[in-house]
Protein backbone atom coordinates (compact mmCIF):
# COMPACT_ATOMS: atom_id res chain seq x y z
CA UNK A 1 0.00 0.00 0.00
CA UNK A 2 2.76 2.07 1.11
CA UNK A 3 3.67 2.17 -3.17
CA UNK A 4 0.79 3.82 -4.04
CA UNK A 5 1.12 7.05 -1.82
CA UNK A 6 4.99 6.78 -2.03
CA UNK A 7 5.28 10.00 -4.40
CA UNK A 8 2.42 11.74 -3.01
CA UNK A 9 4.12 15.08 -1.44
CA UNK A 10 3.26 16.16 2.58
CA UNK A 11 2.86 19.82 1.20
CA UNK A 12 -0.33 18.64 -0.52
CA UNK A 13 -1.63 16.86 2.35
CA UNK A 14 -0.95 19.24 5.23
CA UNK A 15 -4.10 20.61 6.90
CA UNK A 16 -2.49 24.65 6.23
CA UNK A 17 -3.84 26.69 3.70
CA UNK A 18 -0.89 28.46 1.63
CA UNK A 19 -1.69 31.54 -0.34
CA UNK A 20 -3.72 29.92 -3.11
CA UNK A 21 -6.13 29.59 -0.96
CA UNK A 22 -5.28 25.47 -1.01
CA UNK A 23 -8.18 23.72 1.05
CA UNK A 24 -7.49 20.98 3.63
CA UNK A 25 -5.40 17.73 3.08
CA UNK A 26 -5.04 14.48 4.79
CA UNK A 27 -6.82 11.29 3.45
CA UNK A 28 -9.45 14.02 1.78
CA UNK A 29 -6.92 16.05 0.08
CA UNK A 30 -5.70 12.60 -1.63
CA UNK A 31 -9.43 12.35 -2.53
CA UNK A 32 -10.01 15.67 -4.38
CA UNK A 33 -7.10 14.63 -6.49
CA UNK A 34 -8.61 11.49 -7.48
CA UNK A 35 -6.36 9.18 -5.05
CA UNK A 36 -8.75 7.14 -3.69
CA UNK A 37 -9.14 3.92 -1.22
CA UNK A 38 -5.53 5.23 1.17
CA UNK A 39 -6.52 4.67 4.79
CA UNK A 40 -6.34 8.10 6.45
CA UNK A 41 -3.66 6.15 8.84
CA UNK A 42 -0.88 6.16 5.90
CA UNK A 43 -1.60 10.09 5.58
CA UNK A 44 1.18 10.73 8.32
CA UNK A 45 3.62 8.21 6.80
CA UNK A 46 4.42 9.83 3.28
CA UNK A 47 7.79 10.75 2.83
CA UNK A 48 8.80 14.41 3.13
CA UNK A 49 12.63 14.58 1.83
CA UNK A 50 12.00 14.65 -1.67
CA UNK A 51 12.26 18.48 -1.68
CA UNK A 52 13.63 18.35 -5.09
CA UNK A 53 10.72 16.78 -6.85
CA UNK A 54 8.30 18.11 -9.17
CA UNK A 55 4.71 18.73 -8.66
CA UNK A 56 3.32 18.68 -12.29
CA UNK A 57 -0.61 19.97 -13.39
CA UNK A 58 -1.03 18.78 -16.57
CA UNK A 59 -3.71 20.54 -18.24
CA UNK A 60 -5.41 18.90 -21.55
CA UNK A 61 -8.38 18.75 -23.92
CA UNK A 62 -9.75 16.82 -26.57
CA UNK A 63 -10.29 13.21 -27.85
CA UNK A 64 -8.37 10.07 -26.99
CA UNK A 65 -5.78 10.83 -28.61
CA UNK A 66 -5.24 14.07 -26.74
CA UNK A 67 -5.52 12.00 -23.19
CA UNK A 68 -3.86 9.30 -23.37
CA UNK A 69 -0.38 10.21 -23.89
CA UNK A 70 -0.93 12.63 -21.01
CA UNK A 71 -1.98 10.15 -18.79
CA UNK A 72 0.81 8.28 -19.68
CA UNK A 73 2.95 10.92 -18.86
CA UNK A 74 2.09 11.57 -15.55
CA UNK A 75 2.35 7.76 -14.89
CA UNK A 76 5.82 8.36 -15.29
CA UNK A 77 6.70 11.05 -13.73
CA UNK A 78 5.23 9.49 -10.76
CA UNK A 79 7.50 6.34 -11.31
CA UNK A 80 10.14 8.89 -10.93
CA UNK A 81 9.60 9.92 -7.63
CA UNK A 82 7.32 12.85 -8.59
CA UNK A 83 3.93 13.98 -8.17
CA UNK A 84 1.19 14.86 -11.00
CA UNK A 85 -2.06 15.72 -11.25
CA UNK A 86 -4.04 15.49 -14.32
CA UNK A 87 -6.76 18.54 -15.22
CA UNK A 88 -8.95 16.88 -18.03
CA UNK A 89 -12.69 15.98 -19.08
CA UNK A 90 -14.56 14.02 -16.35
CA UNK A 91 -15.65 11.15 -18.76
CA UNK A 92 -11.91 10.12 -18.32
CA UNK A 93 -11.22 9.76 -14.78
CA UNK A 94 -11.50 6.09 -15.01
CA UNK A 95 -8.57 6.00 -17.09
CA UNK A 96 -6.36 7.96 -14.57
CA UNK A 97 -4.05 5.01 -12.30
CA UNK A 98 -3.36 6.24 -8.97
CA UNK A 99 -1.68 7.63 -7.32
CA UNK A 100 -1.69 10.22 -10.30
CA UNK A 101 -4.24 12.81 -9.38
CA UNK A 102 -7.07 14.26 -11.11
CA UNK A 103 -8.93 17.14 -11.29
CA UNK A 104 -12.12 17.66 -13.94
CA UNK A 105 -11.75 20.40 -16.09
CA UNK A 106 -13.47 21.02 -19.54
CA UNK A 107 -16.21 18.22 -19.39
CA UNK A 108 -18.96 21.10 -20.34
CA UNK A 109 -16.27 20.99 -23.82
CA UNK A 110 -16.25 17.56 -23.68
CA UNK A 111 -19.74 16.79 -23.65
CA UNK A 112 -20.13 19.82 -26.06
CA UNK A 113 -18.03 18.07 -28.77
CA UNK A 114 -19.18 14.30 -28.42
CA UNK A 115 -23.18 15.80 -28.81
CA UNK A 116 -22.07 18.03 -31.66
CA UNK A 117 -19.59 15.57 -33.66
CA UNK A 118 -21.87 12.80 -33.69
CA UNK A 119 -24.44 14.96 -35.19
CA UNK A 120 -22.04 17.23 -37.38
CA UNK A 121 -23.76 16.93 -40.66
CA UNK A 122 -23.34 20.13 -41.95
CA UNK A 123 -22.84 24.43 -41.46
CA UNK A 124 -25.68 25.03 -39.12
CA UNK A 125 -24.86 21.92 -36.57
CA UNK A 126 -21.07 23.45 -36.84
CA UNK A 127 -22.15 26.67 -36.01
CA UNK A 128 -24.19 25.48 -32.88
CA UNK A 129 -21.75 23.80 -31.72
CA UNK A 130 -19.42 26.46 -31.66
CA UNK A 131 -21.55 28.71 -29.51
CA UNK A 132 -21.97 26.06 -26.95
CA UNK A 133 -18.51 25.47 -27.11
CA UNK A 134 -17.73 29.59 -26.26
CA UNK A 135 -19.83 29.09 -23.28
CA UNK A 136 -18.57 25.91 -21.95
CA UNK A 137 -14.22 27.48 -22.77
CA UNK A 138 -14.86 30.37 -20.06
CA UNK A 139 -16.43 27.80 -17.69
CA UNK A 140 -12.82 25.99 -18.70
CA UNK A 141 -10.45 28.72 -17.98
CA UNK A 142 -12.14 29.11 -14.50
CA UNK A 143 -11.65 25.41 -14.19
CA UNK A 144 -8.15 25.45 -15.00
CA UNK A 145 -7.34 28.45 -11.93
CA UNK A 146 -9.18 26.43 -10.00
CA UNK A 147 -7.14 23.12 -10.65
CA UNK A 148 -3.84 25.46 -10.35
CA UNK A 149 -5.07 27.34 -6.90
CA UNK A 150 -5.91 23.49 -5.27
CA UNK A 151 -2.87 21.37 -6.85
CA UNK A 152 0.16 24.54 -6.45
CA UNK A 153 2.16 23.15 -9.01
CA UNK A 154 5.99 23.49 -9.57
CA UNK A 155 5.50 23.16 -13.55
CA UNK A 156 2.51 23.31 -15.36
CA UNK A 157 2.58 20.97 -19.14
CA UNK A 158 0.01 22.36 -21.22
CA UNK A 159 -2.39 21.02 -24.48
CA UNK A 160 -2.89 23.90 -26.65
CA UNK A 161 -6.34 23.04 -26.72
CA UNK A 162 -6.17 24.09 -22.73
CA UNK A 163 -6.35 27.90 -23.36
CA UNK A 164 -5.95 28.98 -19.86
CA UNK A 165 -2.36 26.57 -19.34
CA UNK A 166 -0.11 29.24 -20.46
CA UNK A 167 -1.46 32.45 -18.37
CA UNK A 168 -2.16 30.03 -15.52
CA UNK A 169 1.44 29.03 -15.15
CA UNK A 170 2.26 32.88 -15.97
CA UNK A 171 -0.07 34.01 -12.61
CA UNK A 172 1.51 31.48 -10.50
CA UNK A 173 5.26 32.37 -11.29
CA UNK A 174 6.03 28.25 -12.58
CA UNK A 175 7.75 27.06 -15.72
CA UNK A 176 5.28 26.36 -18.21
CA UNK A 177 5.99 23.59 -21.26
CA UNK A 178 3.62 23.19 -24.30
CA UNK A 179 3.35 20.06 -25.67
CA UNK A 180 0.52 18.59 -28.26
CA UNK A 181 1.06 15.05 -29.99
CA UNK A 182 1.52 16.74 -33.93
CA UNK A 183 3.84 19.25 -34.91
CA UNK A 184 1.43 22.29 -34.71
CA UNK A 185 3.41 24.42 -33.30
CA UNK A 186 7.24 24.81 -33.94
CA UNK A 187 7.96 26.55 -38.00
CA UNK A 188 9.73 24.54 -40.02
CA UNK A 189 11.04 24.73 -43.60
CA UNK A 190 10.79 20.71 -43.81
CA UNK A 191 6.72 21.19 -44.16
CA UNK A 192 3.88 23.35 -43.78
CA UNK A 193 1.62 23.56 -40.68
CA UNK A 194 -0.45 19.54 -40.21
CA UNK A 195 -3.47 21.05 -41.50
CA UNK A 196 -2.38 22.04 -45.06
CA UNK A 197 -2.28 19.73 -47.59
CA UNK A 198 0.49 19.54 -48.94
CA UNK A 199 4.23 20.27 -48.94
CA UNK A 200 5.44 23.59 -49.97
CA UNK A 201 8.30 25.45 -50.60
CA UNK A 202 10.71 26.05 -47.56
CA UNK A 203 10.20 29.40 -46.70
CA UNK A 204 6.07 28.91 -47.15
CA UNK A 205 6.04 26.21 -45.08
CA UNK A 206 7.93 28.17 -42.04
CA UNK A 207 5.53 31.28 -42.67
CA UNK A 208 2.42 28.35 -42.60
CA UNK A 209 2.75 28.26 -38.75
CA UNK A 210 1.68 31.90 -38.75
CA UNK A 211 -1.49 30.37 -38.59
CA UNK A 212 -1.17 29.12 -34.98
CA UNK A 213 -1.68 32.91 -34.56
CA UNK A 214 -4.98 32.45 -35.07
CA UNK A 215 -5.96 30.70 -32.04
CA UNK A 216 -5.31 34.28 -30.02
CA UNK A 217 -6.97 36.14 -33.01
CA UNK A 218 -10.09 33.96 -32.08
CA UNK A 219 -9.93 33.70 -28.43
CA UNK A 220 -8.41 37.07 -28.03
CA UNK A 221 -11.20 38.67 -25.98
CA UNK A 222 -11.59 35.29 -24.27
CA UNK A 223 -8.06 35.15 -22.79
CA UNK A 224 -7.83 38.76 -22.20
CA UNK A 225 -10.98 38.69 -19.24
CA UNK A 226 -9.51 35.59 -17.87
CA UNK A 227 -6.34 37.75 -17.33
CA UNK A 228 -7.27 40.54 -15.93
CA UNK A 229 -10.23 39.43 -14.01
CA UNK A 230 -9.79 36.02 -12.81
CA UNK A 231 -5.66 36.36 -13.19
CA UNK A 232 -4.75 40.06 -12.21
CA UNK A 233 -2.87 39.80 -15.26
CA UNK A 234 -2.27 42.66 -18.04
CA UNK A 235 -4.03 42.22 -21.08
CA UNK A 236 -2.24 40.56 -24.39
CA UNK A 237 -1.97 41.34 -27.97
CA UNK A 238 -4.30 39.42 -30.02
CA UNK A 239 -1.59 37.94 -32.12
CA UNK A 240 0.99 37.21 -29.36
CA UNK A 241 2.87 34.35 -30.17
CA UNK A 242 1.98 30.79 -28.21
CA UNK A 243 6.18 30.32 -28.28
CA UNK A 244 7.08 32.68 -25.69
CA UNK A 245 5.79 34.42 -22.25
CA UNK A 246 4.91 37.54 -21.87
CA UNK A 247 8.56 38.39 -21.09
CA UNK A 248 9.84 36.88 -24.29
CA UNK A 249 11.23 33.38 -22.78
CA UNK A 250 10.89 30.66 -25.08
CA UNK A 251 8.05 27.98 -24.59
CA UNK A 252 9.44 24.57 -24.33
CA UNK A 253 7.93 22.23 -26.27
CA UNK A 254 7.30 18.44 -25.92
CA UNK A 255 6.29 16.39 -29.10
CA UNK A 256 4.96 13.07 -27.79
CA UNK A 257 5.36 11.35 -31.69
CA UNK A 258 8.51 9.39 -33.06
CA UNK A 259 11.38 10.88 -34.98
CA UNK A 260 10.88 7.25 -37.02
CA UNK A 261 7.56 8.18 -38.07
CA UNK A 262 8.23 12.44 -38.06
CA UNK A 263 12.19 12.89 -38.38
CA UNK A 264 13.35 16.10 -36.26
CA UNK A 265 13.65 19.16 -38.68
CA UNK A 266 17.32 20.24 -38.46
CA UNK A 267 15.70 24.09 -38.19
CA UNK A 268 13.84 23.04 -34.72
CA UNK A 269 15.17 25.07 -32.02
CA UNK A 270 16.91 23.37 -28.97
CA UNK A 271 13.31 24.34 -27.04
CA UNK A 272 11.22 21.56 -29.66
CA UNK A 273 12.08 18.05 -27.90
CA UNK A 274 10.35 15.30 -30.36
CA UNK A 275 10.08 12.51 -27.61
CA UNK A 276 8.90 9.51 -29.25
CA UNK A 277 5.33 8.66 -28.64
CA UNK A 278 4.22 8.42 -25.04
CA UNK A 279 2.36 4.93 -23.48
CA UNK A 280 0.90 3.37 -20.97
CA UNK A 281 2.95 0.61 -19.31
CA UNK A 282 0.59 -2.31 -18.88
CA UNK A 283 -2.37 -0.37 -20.19
CA UNK A 284 -4.62 -3.01 -21.28
CA UNK A 285 -3.77 -5.05 -17.82
CA UNK A 286 -7.37 -3.66 -16.26
CA UNK A 287 -9.53 -4.08 -19.18
CA UNK A 288 -11.27 -7.49 -19.77
CA UNK A 289 -12.30 -8.16 -23.24
CA UNK A 290 -15.94 -9.69 -24.02
CA UNK A 291 -15.91 -13.11 -24.68
CA UNK A 292 -17.48 -12.76 -28.06
CA UNK A 293 -14.52 -10.52 -28.95
CA UNK A 294 -11.90 -13.43 -28.04
CA UNK A 295 -13.70 -15.79 -29.75
CA UNK A 296 -13.99 -13.81 -32.94
CA UNK A 297 -10.19 -12.90 -33.45
CA UNK A 298 -9.32 -16.86 -32.58
CA UNK A 299 -11.88 -18.54 -35.44
CA UNK A 300 -10.77 -18.19 -38.94
CA UNK A 301 -8.90 -15.78 -40.90
CA UNK A 302 -7.18 -13.01 -39.44
CA UNK A 303 -9.20 -9.70 -39.34
CA UNK A 304 -8.50 -6.67 -39.51
CA UNK A 305 -9.96 -3.46 -37.72
CA UNK A 306 -12.09 -0.53 -38.94
CA UNK A 307 -12.73 2.62 -36.73
CA UNK A 308 -12.99 6.34 -37.27
CA UNK A 309 -12.68 6.96 -33.54
CA UNK A 310 -14.14 10.33 -33.06
CA UNK A 311 -15.56 11.50 -36.24
CA UNK A 312 -18.87 11.77 -36.60
CA UNK A 313 -21.41 11.98 -39.43
CA UNK A 314 -24.92 12.64 -38.91
CA UNK A 315 -27.78 11.47 -40.79
CA UNK A 316 -24.25 10.20 -43.21
CA UNK A 317 -23.84 7.69 -40.67
CA UNK A 318 -25.64 5.21 -42.39
CA UNK A 319 -24.48 5.47 -45.73
CA UNK A 320 -20.39 5.89 -44.36
CA UNK A 321 -21.44 1.91 -42.92
CA UNK A 322 -23.03 0.46 -45.55
CA UNK A 323 -19.50 1.36 -47.86
CA UNK A 324 -17.36 0.04 -45.07
CA UNK A 325 -20.12 -2.98 -44.84
CA UNK A 326 -20.22 -3.54 -48.33
CA UNK A 327 -16.12 -3.32 -48.95
CA UNK A 328 -15.65 -5.98 -46.08
CA UNK A 329 -18.23 -7.78 -48.59
CA UNK A 330 -16.15 -7.45 -51.77
CA UNK A 331 -13.01 -8.56 -50.63
CA UNK A 332 -14.15 -11.18 -48.24
CA UNK A 333 -11.72 -9.69 -45.35
CA UNK A 334 -12.75 -10.46 -41.87
CA UNK A 335 -13.01 -7.99 -39.41
CA UNK A 336 -13.87 -6.04 -36.45
CA UNK A 337 -15.73 -2.44 -37.16
CA UNK A 338 -15.74 -0.16 -34.07
CA UNK A 339 -18.29 2.28 -34.25
CA UNK A 340 -16.28 5.22 -32.49
CA UNK A 341 -19.14 8.14 -31.61
CA UNK A 342 -20.96 7.13 -34.47
CA UNK A 343 -19.42 7.69 -37.87
CA UNK A 344 -20.37 3.81 -38.77
CA UNK A 345 -24.15 2.42 -38.19
CA UNK A 346 -23.28 -1.27 -38.83
CA UNK A 347 -24.39 -4.53 -37.80
CA UNK A 348 -22.43 -8.10 -37.11
CA UNK A 349 -22.47 -10.48 -39.61
CA UNK A 350 -20.48 -14.29 -39.71
CA UNK A 351 -17.18 -12.15 -40.87
CA UNK A 352 -17.56 -8.74 -38.95
CA UNK A 353 -18.18 -8.17 -35.80
CA UNK A 354 -19.36 -4.64 -34.70
CA UNK A 355 -18.16 -3.05 -31.15
CA UNK A 356 -18.13 0.20 -29.79
CA UNK A 357 -14.47 0.60 -29.12
CA UNK A 358 -11.64 -1.41 -27.12
CA UNK A 359 -8.21 -0.46 -26.33
CA UNK A 360 -5.66 0.05 -29.38
CA UNK A 361 -3.39 -1.58 -26.49
CA UNK A 362 -5.28 -4.78 -26.86
CA UNK A 363 -6.54 -5.15 -29.79
CA UNK A 364 -4.78 -3.97 -32.46
CA UNK A 365 -1.71 -6.58 -32.01
CA UNK A 366 -4.51 -9.14 -32.67
CA UNK A 367 -5.73 -7.76 -35.77
CA UNK A 368 -3.80 -8.45 -39.52
CA UNK A 369 -4.36 -4.51 -40.48
CA UNK A 370 -6.04 -1.28 -39.24
CA UNK A 371 -8.47 0.87 -41.13
CA UNK A 372 -9.27 4.73 -39.49
CA UNK A 373 -9.10 8.05 -39.66
CA UNK A 374 -5.81 8.75 -39.28
CA UNK A 375 -6.30 10.39 -35.22
CA UNK A 376 -2.71 10.94 -34.11
CA UNK A 377 -3.19 8.59 -31.01
CA UNK A 378 -5.14 5.41 -33.37
CA UNK A 379 -2.10 5.99 -36.10
CA UNK A 380 0.76 5.58 -33.27
CA UNK A 381 -1.28 3.00 -32.09
CA UNK A 382 -1.51 0.74 -35.36
CA UNK A 383 2.16 1.48 -36.11
CA UNK A 384 3.50 0.26 -32.90
CA UNK A 385 1.70 -2.50 -33.16
CA UNK A 386 3.49 -3.48 -36.33
CA UNK A 387 0.75 -3.62 -38.59
CA UNK A 388 -0.23 -2.02 -41.90
CA UNK A 389 -2.57 0.67 -41.75
CA UNK A 390 -4.49 2.46 -44.24
CA UNK A 391 -5.87 6.20 -43.22
CA UNK A 392 -8.91 7.57 -44.79
CA UNK A 393 -8.92 11.02 -43.31
CA UNK A 394 -11.81 13.81 -42.64
CA UNK A 395 -10.30 16.74 -41.33
CA UNK A 396 -8.07 18.55 -39.21
CA UNK A 397 -4.34 17.04 -39.18
CA UNK A 398 -5.39 13.21 -40.56
CA UNK A 399 -3.85 13.97 -43.76
CA UNK A 400 -0.90 14.77 -42.77
CA UNK A 401 -0.49 10.88 -40.71
CA UNK A 402 -1.98 9.33 -43.81
CA UNK A 403 1.39 10.72 -45.96
CA UNK A 404 3.79 9.79 -42.66
CA UNK A 405 2.11 6.36 -43.02
CA UNK A 406 2.65 6.22 -46.47
CA UNK A 407 6.14 7.35 -46.64
CA UNK A 408 7.26 4.97 -43.62
CA UNK A 409 5.73 2.06 -46.43
CA UNK A 410 3.55 1.30 -44.10
CA UNK A 411 0.47 1.75 -45.75
CA UNK A 412 -1.29 2.38 -49.08
CA UNK A 413 -1.95 5.77 -50.52
CA UNK A 414 -4.55 7.82 -48.50
CA UNK A 415 -8.15 7.33 -49.05
CA UNK A 416 -10.37 10.73 -48.09
CA UNK A 417 -13.40 8.92 -46.33
CA UNK A 418 -15.62 11.40 -47.88
CA UNK A 419 -14.43 9.94 -51.34
CA UNK A 420 -14.66 6.51 -50.59
CA UNK A 421 -16.63 4.29 -52.63
CA UNK A 422 -17.62 0.75 -52.26
CA UNK A 423 -14.44 -0.07 -54.87
CA UNK A 424 -12.12 2.27 -54.00
CA UNK A 425 -12.24 1.28 -50.34
CA UNK A 426 -12.07 -2.37 -51.26
CA UNK A 427 -9.39 -2.33 -53.75
CA UNK A 428 -7.15 -0.17 -51.18
CA UNK A 429 -7.96 -3.14 -48.10
CA UNK A 430 -7.04 -5.50 -50.66
CA UNK A 431 -3.98 -4.19 -51.47
CA UNK A 432 -3.39 -3.69 -47.38
CA UNK A 433 -3.58 -7.34 -46.72
CA UNK A 434 -1.97 -8.59 -49.51
CA UNK A 435 1.37 -6.51 -49.80
CA UNK A 436 4.67 -8.71 -48.22
CA UNK A 437 6.07 -5.35 -48.47
CA UNK A 438 3.60 -3.12 -46.77
CA UNK A 439 3.75 -6.13 -44.14
CA UNK A 440 7.57 -5.68 -43.95
CA UNK A 441 7.98 -2.12 -43.56
CA UNK A 442 4.91 -1.74 -41.09
CA UNK A 443 6.42 -4.54 -38.78
CA UNK A 444 10.07 -2.84 -38.92
CA UNK A 445 8.63 0.79 -37.60
CA UNK A 446 6.75 -0.94 -34.72
CA UNK A 447 9.83 -2.58 -33.83
CA UNK A 448 11.28 1.10 -33.67
CA UNK A 449 8.70 2.71 -31.78
CA UNK A 450 8.41 -0.05 -29.44
CA UNK A 451 12.31 0.47 -28.37
CA UNK A 452 11.86 3.89 -27.63
CA UNK A 453 11.20 5.36 -24.34
CA UNK A 454 9.02 8.59 -25.11
CA UNK A 455 8.14 8.90 -21.33
CA UNK A 456 11.40 8.36 -20.25
CA UNK A 457 12.76 11.16 -22.41
CA UNK A 458 10.07 13.62 -21.35
CA UNK A 459 10.60 13.20 -17.72
CA UNK A 460 14.40 14.41 -18.54
CA UNK A 461 12.98 17.54 -20.10
CA UNK A 462 10.94 18.30 -17.89
CA UNK A 463 13.06 17.57 -14.97
CA UNK A 464 15.91 20.04 -16.60
CA UNK A 465 13.08 23.02 -17.28
CA UNK A 466 11.96 23.05 -13.86
CA UNK A 467 15.24 22.89 -12.35
CA UNK A 468 16.17 26.12 -14.45
CA UNK A 469 13.03 27.69 -12.91
Known amino acids: MMNCVHHLRISMLRGSATHHGRPDGGAAGLRRYGVVGVPGSLVGDVITDQEDSMRALICTFGTRGDIEPFVALAERLVAHGHEAVLAAPEAYRGTVPAPVGFFPVATEMDEVMRAGMADLSGPSQALRMARRMSTAMRLSLQQQWAAARQVDPTIVVAHPKALGGLHVAERLGVPVVASLPLPFLTPTGDFPIPFLARPLPARVNRFSYQLNRFTAVAYGGMINAFRRRTLGLRRISRFSDLLHTTSGERVPVLYPFSPRVVPVPSDYPASAHVTGYWFRQEQQAAWAPPRELVAFLADGEPAIYVGFGSMGFGRDAGRRGRVVMDALARTGVRAVVSTGWGALRAQSSSSVMVIDEAPHSWLFPRVAAVVH ?37 AGPTPLRLRDATTSTLAARIRELVSSARLADDARTIGEAIRAEDGTGRAVEVLEGVEARG
Open 373 to 409: HGGSGTTAAGLRAGRPTLVCPVLGDQPFWGRRVQALG
